[in-house]
Structure formats: C-alpha cells, structure tokens
DNA sequence: CTGGTAACCAAACAAGTGCTTGGTAGGCTA
DNA sequence: TAGCCTACCAAGCACTTGTTTGGTTACCAG
C-alpha cells in the first residue's frame, strides 16, 4: 500500500489523511475515517501523532513551505515580467497536478483552521501570495506589458480565484495536462489584461 | 431582530440558518449554534423544521428556483450573443450581492450534500448551469464574435470559477459595487475571448 | 536469550451531536 | 368562558467525536 518502497508509516498515514481532508474537509473527516483507510484502530493514530490538528498542521506547512520557494524563485529570476505571469500560472496548475490534496486542503479549510492561534500563518501564506501577485502585476505596468486602466487588486483576485479553485475540477491523469490548461487560461487572460 | 415587519418567524430562522451555513459551513453549524443566534433553545427548532436537512434544503431550493429564472429569462430574450453574456456575468455578481449566504453555501456544500438522495437536485442544477453557459458559448461563436480557437470547455470552468468563488471575498455595502466587479471582470474576459 | 523499539489493539472517557418528548404561556376566535 | 394555535422550554436519549490508557505483537541489535 506505500506509494513508494521507503515511504514510512508515518508518511503514508500522512498521505491517506490528506487525501480524506481534501475529499470530505477537515473537520468532516474523522479519526476513525483515516485509521479505517490505513487498516488500523482510531487510538492507533496517536502513536504516530498529537492530534489531528497536528496532522493537518503538518501537511500545510510542507506544502506551503515548496509552493512559495518556487513563488520566490520566479520573483528572483531574471525572466521579463510578461514571462513571469505566465510562469506564476503554470505553476499554480502543475502544483494542483501534483499536490492535489494539500491545495484542496487550504483552499476549503484554510477559513476554519485560520480561527485558532496555532494556524494564524495561514493568513500570512495568504498575504504573502497576495504580495507575490502585486508584485508581478505591477512589474507588468512598469514594463509596459500590462494595460494599467484595470484595478489591479482585483485583477489578482480574479487570477487566484481561477487558477487554484481549478482543484475542484482538475483529475490528474485525466485527458486535461496541466501544461494544456495553463495553456487555455493564459490565452484569455494575457489577451485580457495586455494591450497590443 | 426581524429584516422586515412582516416576515414570519419561520422566514427569520431560515435566514438566520443561511447566515450560519454560509458562514461556517452546513456541517459544521449545529442546531445549538441556529439556535442561540435566535435566542431560543435548540429542540424549538423542530417546532417550525422537520430536521437540519429540511432547512438547507429549502433555502437552496427557492435560491435555485429564482437564479435559474433568471437565466431562462436571459436565453429567451433577443438580445445579440455578446451582450447576453455579459448579461449572465452582471447576474451573478449581482446575485452574490443580493443572496451571498445563498451562493456561499452552494458553492461550499453542494459536494456534501450531494452524497444524499434528498439533494441529488444539486447535480441536476450543476448540469443546468454548465448547459446554459455552453449555449451562450455557441451562440457567440456562432455569431463571430468569440474566437473559436479556445476549448469551450475549459473557458466554461474558467468563467464558473471565476464570477461564483468571488463569494469568498465579496462584502455587499462594501467599497466594491456588484456592477464595478462585473465591469472588471467583463473588461477582462471579453477581450480576452472576442476578437477584434 | 535479552532488551528495546515501532506499530498496533481493546476498551473506555467526556464532550458534543441531531432529535424527541411532554409540558407551558399567551393570544386569538367562537 | 372554552377551545385552539403558535411559539417556546426543560430534560433527556442514542450516537459520534477526539483522545487516553495499559497492554500486546513482531522484529532487530547485542
């Protein structure tokens, strides 16, 4: 049942409970729904794990710890700024290809989560994915690549809104590439907000 | 604590309900929680509702009811393909307006509760929606006035997304009116999807 | 053979869940 | 005055929840 030969217990239940928090939401799934999908009994869990928040803590703050390194690798290179957008958007779709679960996770149960103490660096992912976007936006204008009579504050929501709630519809190994998708959305988008 | 002088005592629990579901999700909201919101004490509820179910269930219902009014409304009348497109993105911007509690909670549990025979309406007004955006679709590629080189599929995902998770940060009474997000985001869209 | 360790079981606990039951208070109508 | 109706309370029930505890099994190094 491991996905691969050296993958530890510990991860595997790792992986089996974000794919049930990402399929049924975090507080809709139970103790008992992860043992049960790993063959073992609820208590079983706690020899792995504090608790379930620990478990889902500890998905979330892998996850997020990739997704804004290579955010930061795009902002650092030397791209122009019409390439980095584009870059910014194939990376969204490539990250729900292949951490589908941990992006369904934060999009649908960052809300709740970000209610107790131990969560509040969800809100600061989120204004720091925020600061990555009006960055490359504004780079846009400057460069003279994006039409500047758009609010660009919500040019950002409408991107992030569209490309990360993707998660929703996107199967990975389906007919749909990540690269394809991409493909698509920024050929609406950047003959959207670019002039020319 | 009436919206208005004349609706019924039922209507207000109802909304209050809504309020909650939205909020926090239909799960996640207790029959304690509807009811301390009201001021009453939770089995009083069963009093005016058969369940918990019974109230979500109505309010989606007569929410669909109106929305997919509207959008026949749209298809009958004999306005030109590009306008009646921007017709059906000004009406959900002004429906998350006007009935966010509403979107809010089909946009977050329709997945869960479509797992019940009693909901399985959900998918039927999922396939409603995907089947009027696609003749919208059509009829402006028929008409010339939407590139044909775009997966139609994907531009229908594109836009679903897009004018319906904006629930997530849209505030009625806020800074933001409904018509200004729809300008913004038709300003984009069309461009990016027309030629010319 | 010994000791230690990782993984798990079996059973229980307190808190919270949706819902039921029998009753009560106040107002309206005949 | 009597009967009925709407709205609610008070108390509880059966079930599910996350978590705890003490014990068991298989394996591996010395």
Redesign the interface.
Known sequence: MPETAAESRREELLRIAAGLFAE??F??TTVRDIADAAGILSGSLYHHFDSKESMVDEILVRFQTELFGRYDEILASDLDARTKIEQAVRLSFETIDRRGPEVAIFQ?DAG?LGNFDRFAYLADRNAQSRQVWMTLLTEGIEAGVVRK???IQ??Y??IR??VW??V??YRPGGD?TPD??AD??L???????THG
């Open positions: 049924k939401g507080k809709n649908n709740y009579d758009l609010d919500l040019v929501r409408f809104d569209t709630v993707a929703r519809w749909l394809h998708v698509q959305y050929a609406i988008l950047l003959e959207g907000i």
